[in-house]
């Protein structure tokens, strides 16, 4: 998947998710999807 792989080839160095929860529902390159997708539907 595209976001997955420009995510871990250089945006997980420029962006963190700040949250005090040890087991996240839902991974990082999950939330950027919903955002892109929710921002390209808006």
Known sequence: MYICDVY?????FYCQRFSNNATPIFTDQELL??????????
């Open 8 to 12: 871990q080839s250089s945006l997980k």
């Open 33 to 42: 999807t919903v955002y892109l997708f929710c921002g390209a539907y808006q």
